[in-house]
């Protein structure tokens, strides 16, 4: 069993629509867990993190935690062209201090 | 701020020569990695260091070396390239890296 999975896509949602993102995970003690984003051609950039299980909101950014099923999803709300990237689900399991990345989802917003 | 600088960031090389990559970070972060990222296999752990002097293997480390003799740099080296080592390569750093890694802007290295 892969330690991160995630959908490779494409997920095609339409501008203004909500995209929504998920990701499971094989270790149950993992602590926290994160949201990259990675334009084509470009480095991962940290978006969000969240630790606790619920959601956390962060503008048009919501992460949401359900540890009991080991499942983790993004939403972007509103979605615009700009947010078309690449999405990297990856978890920090507190084995040692290496975060485990999936291997991503190709989000395209249609105009 | 520069934050986490890599350099060259594109490097054409052939078969066999050795290349060095450089990472230097400004936040005196801890701990620092290497990954590579190729098409199919998403970001791979090559190497990380939890300090100066001190390195560890990651998933795919043949083929490669580090230093870190100071905290901001973390150098890589590709003793004898090889083709399969064409690909992006990512440093990244963390202090607290249970609330994240900060990335580098990365280097296309080609083996020709």
């Known amino acids: 069993q892969k330690e991160v999975e995630q959908n490779s896509g494409p997920l095609s949602v339409p501008e203004g629509a909500i995209a929504s993102l998920n990701c499971t995970y094989s270790?149950?003690?993992?602590?926290?867990f994160f949201w990259y984003r990675q334009y084509s051609g470009k480095s991962p950039e940290l978006i969000m993190f969240i630790y606790s299980n619920g959601d956390k909101e962060d503008g048009r950014f919501t992460a949401q935690l359900n540890k009991a099923s080991q499942y983790v999803s993004l939403l972007i709300r509103d979605s615009q062209p700009s947010d078309s990237a690449t999405y990297l689900c990856?978890?920090?399991?507190?084995?040692?201090?290496?975060?485990?990345f999936g291997k991503g989802t190709r989000l395209h917003i249609l105009p | 701020d520069a934050g986490i600088t890599q350099s060259p960031r594109y490097k054409i090389t052939e078969t066999g020569r050795q290349v060095t990559l450089m990472c230097h970070q400004t936040w005196s972060h801890s701990y620092m990695f290497w990954y590579r990222q190729d098409l199919g296999h998403g970001l791979r752990l090559i190497y990380y260091?939890?300090?100066?002097?001190?390195?560890d293997k990651g998933e795919v480390p043949d083929g490669y070396v580090v230093s870190r003799s100071k905290t901001e740099n973390f150098p890589l080296t590709l003793e004898s390239a090889t083709r399969s080592q064409t690909s992006v390569y990512f440093c990244a750093s963390c202090q607290q890296c249970a609330r994240g890694q900060y990335f580098g802007p990365g280097t296309r290295l080609t083996v020709t």
């Open positions: 260091s939890a300090a100066a002097d001190i390195t």
């Open positions: 270790d149950r003690g993992s602590q926290s």
């Open positions: 990856a978890v920090f399991p507190n084995r040692d201090d290496k975060i485990i």
